[in-house]
């Protein structure tokens, strides 16, 4: 490998890298949001939609200089259907379980709609989603140690929404810009959540404003970016960081505790869904 492409390659690394530490610190900063601050979730949303709107019509300005008719109202209500799910979830759900349940109902549904569309699974890919529905089942089982019901629900259902949107996201030929119009129509129907404001501060209303400028609007990005140096099973693969980076940042951070039943579903679900990833490439 020549000097030049062992930079390229780095520089993927180190981009990829950040990417997904951005992902993860969206779950951070609503939990922390939500648990060390008075802001309610649904003041969360608005602040976080309304600052990602900002920051990715801004880049995209820059860019292309212009911003007409990015987007799609189908993709603009996916978009607000996670983010307001995804906040209310975090109420009472650990950073990490919410992250697991997000990313692994993200991909339970793209998984799904290929079936539905006729694609076909192998061995391995069934096994591997066999065992990704037994994690979720040991990670939702009633216990001492399972999580919310209604959160669980919530996140589950955020991360369907999400995964109809990532759907809807390949029929768009530039994601960045189709991302940008998106949040842009999505932020002011935020708006309707007005009547479930209740309370904000200062610390609440920072965090709102990272998690969209930064950990939504640079991260996608950067990850945007990358993508067309990635092959679609390398995309998927590194998704699988997101979960874990978002677990033991909360660990240090928020002092949270990896609990067995967790350890055990993020092993399952991850690597199961790793399982069908990896056969896919291989067909």
Known sequence: MTQAARSITIRIILQVALAM??????????????SQTSTDPAT??????????????????LRK???????????ALSLLTYAVAFSFAYVNLPTGTGALLLFGS????????????GERLRIIQWTGLLTAFGGLVILVAPGIHA?????????????????????????????LTATAGNF???????LLFLPLASAIDSQGAFFAILSGSISSGMGYAIWYSILPSLKAAQAASVQ????????????????EHVTFNL????????????????GRNRA
Do not use: E, H
């Open 263 to 278: 350890a055990i579903a993020s092993v399952a679900i991850l690597g199961g869904i790793a399982l069908v990833i990896l």
């Open 65 to 75: 200089g212009k911003l007409r008719n990015a987007g799609s109202w189908q993709g």
């Open 21 to 34: 530490t951005a992902f993860a610190a969206n779950s951070l900063l609503c939990r922390i949001a939500l």
């Open 106 to 117: 993200v991909q339970a549904t793209m998984i799904i709609t290929g079936l539905y569309q």
């Open 184 to 190: 842009l129509k999505a932020a002011p129907l935020s």
């Open 44 to 61: 969360f949303t608005i602040i976080r939609l309304l600052a990602g709107a900002v920051t990715l019509c801004s880049i995209v300005l």
């Open 147 to 175: 999580p919310n019901p209604f959160s669980a629900l919530l996140m589950t259902i955020a991360g369907m929404a999400w995964g109809v949107y990532s759907l809807l996201g390949r029929k768009q030929g530039d994601p």
């Open 240 to 255: 699988l960081t997101v979960p874990v980076i978002a677990s033991t940042a909360a660990v240090f951070i928020l002092g």
